[in-house]
């Protein structure tokens, strides 16, 4: 028999089915509450509402697993290619051969972006963040394609809009960099796959023959698969309600990239590092620096630190650390924000205020040390994560297309004035 939970209200008692995920996970549905009650839910912040049912990404925050689609973060991360992990993602399964080459050719089809954006780029302050431009630029791509205004057209012209975003990001990546450096921009290479020719758009110039070195290649692969989807997090649920309008694809993305900018969510990359280097300019004092953290009346975090859903450990961050050391022992880099960082990790996990509140070095606290390394500019950190994170966007997204999901309209608890009369401005 079915699970029921009881809800009881000025004597009523009203059920409410549990759904059970297929990992097990439990949930109220209380969708029907509000109409049988007059009751609604509250949940600032959504730390225990359930959005939506999804079967992309399953993540337990207490055990430290991650999985897309199924698979093992740790077996992606190793073995898989980027392009492949986003294929999982917007279609459900890993590509055969035939599907994987087919898919590769059309991304590298599509990653000419039109001549015309160019001015655009060029219209931007030197000093604009790369995460503005993004924004700007995903949202602008959509007046290219009139055509993809509509997002209830057939599958084949939905994925024409799929393959050109994936494709076109990491051109319009590499040139709001290029731009920002007021150099010229590089076109992308068709005989370079996904990640060589983002570092090539990114680190090559006109006049000299372009090596991209297979050790940063690996690298930005294995970083691009962490952060392709974390579940129903600010920016895809922040794609997802923007979609739910019908708001076209490339609108629904370029929210998503808004979303992501803040330092709470994927801005912390670049947070951590601009942490790191003051704690080091400020002579290493980490203890100074944990009681700021600490410090209820100081607006400080160690950025880095916590996570919404990740109370033991974040899965991705122990992979990158692992590959940080890997990244900077291949290449040679020695980087002292990389000790201070360690030195920060060791002295915080053993401070009983981080223990008792479940904080743990996340995603963010390493990803930012091997984008140094690789030689990927401190505000590009965050567009690294985007241009990660965009099949995760996608997915979810065309996830919500297809089960035909109702507006996102949450409800609230009104507690303003009640009803008063206007006064006239010369009376008051
Ligand atoms: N430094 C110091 N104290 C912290 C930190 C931190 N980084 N994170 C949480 N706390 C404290 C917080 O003050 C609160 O203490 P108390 O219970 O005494 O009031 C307690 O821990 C719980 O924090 P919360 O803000 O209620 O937790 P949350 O789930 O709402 O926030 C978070 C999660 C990630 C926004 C938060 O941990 C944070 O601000 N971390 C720093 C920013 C960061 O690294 N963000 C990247 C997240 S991973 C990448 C991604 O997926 O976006």
Not at 107 to 128: C, G, N, S
Request: aromatic share 10%; glycine share 6%.
């Amino acid at each position: 028999m079915s699970e029921i939970a009881n809800i009881t209200l000025e004597g009523k008692t009203y059920e409410c089915p549990v759904i059970t995920g297929s990992e097990n996970e439990k949930a109220i549905d209380i969708s029907k509450l509000r109409a049988q009650t007059g009751y609604i839910t509250i949940d600032t912040g959504f730390k225990n509402t359930g959005s939506t049912k999804s079967g992309i990404t399953f993540l337990d925050g207490e055990k430290g697993i991650l999985r897309y689609r199924g698979y093992p973060i740790e077996q992606l991360a190793d073995q898989a290619e980027f392009l492949e992990v986003a294929y999982l993602l917007v279609y459900g399964n890993l590509p055969s051969k035939e599907e994987f080459l087919a898919f590769k050719e059309s991304i590298t089809h599509h990653t000419l972006v039109h001549e015309d954006m160019r001015q655009f780029l060029e219209a931007y302050p030197a000093k604009a963040h790369p995460m503005g431009i993004m924004a700007a630029s995903l949202c602008t791509l959509s007046t290219f394609y009139p055509e993809s205004q509509d997002p209830t057209r057939p599958t084949e012209a939905i994925d024409l809009t799929i393959h050109r975003l994936i494709a076109k990001t990491p051109t319009l990546a590499a040139w709001a960099y290029k731009n920002a450096m007021r150099h010229p921009l590089m076109y992308p290479l068709n005989k370079f796959d996904y990640c060589e020719n983002f570092l090539y758009m990114m680190f090559a110039n006109p006049s000299e023959k372009y090596y991209a070195d297979p050790v940063i290649v690996n690298a930005l692969n294995k970083l691009l698969i962490l952060h392709a989807d974390h579940e129903q997090n600010c920016s895809a649920s922040t794609v997802r309600i923007v979609g739910s309008s019908q708001a076209n694809l490339y609108a629904s993305i370029s929210a998503g990239v808004s979303a992501l900018w803040g330092p709470l969510h994927g801005g912390a990359n670049q947070a951590v590092i601009e942490m790191l280097e003051a704690i080091k300019n400020d002579g290493g004092k980490l203890d100074k620096w944990i009681q700021k953290a600490k410090d209820k009346n100081d607006p400080f975090r160690l950025m880095g630190f916590g996570h919404r859903v990740y109370k033991n450990f974040d899965p991705r961050a122990k992979i990158i650390k692992k590959a940080a050391d890997d990244v900077l022992n291949k290449l040679g880099v020695v980087d002292p924000v990389l000790d201070i960082a360690k030195q920060l990790e060791e002295v915080a996990l053993s401070d009983q205020y981080f223990v008792d509140r479940g904080l743990y070095p996340n995603v963010d606290f390493y990803s930012g040390i091997i984008y140094r390394a690789l030689g990927i500019p401190t505000e590009m950190f965050t567009v690294m994560f985007a241009l990660g994170r965009l099949p995760g966007w996608i997915a979810q997204w065309k996830e919500m297309m297809e089960e035909g999901q109702p507006i996102g309209r949450p409800r609230q608890v009104y507690t303003g004035e009640n009803e008063r009369d206007y006064i006239p401005l010369e009376k008051r």
